[in-house]
């Protein structure tokens, strides 16, 4: 697959990821599509380390977006995890 074929998946799967994992993020929808994009490189190395499949056979296959979708899920969840502490001051 070509990069633009990565970056149109990534850039759904992050806003599918969004939609799994509602909230607000710091960063907006910017950062909601990078990750995206991150995330689905991540789905695609993980599903072929811990599997054992090529889960980026192309850009219709099933297996691809699943793999992009759960990658992004997990970056979007350790983003908020990394920067969930920094938005909440407490002003006494």
Known sequence: MGIIAWILIGLLAGFIAKALLPGKDPGGVIITMLIGVAGGLLGGFLGKV???VDSIDGFFDLSTWIA?????????????????????????
């Open 68 to 92: 992009a979708i759960i990658g992004s899920v997990i970056l979007l969840a350790i983003y908020r995890l990394v920067t969930g502490n920094k938005r909440h001051h407490s002003h006494a």
């Open 50 to 52: 811990i599997f054992g």
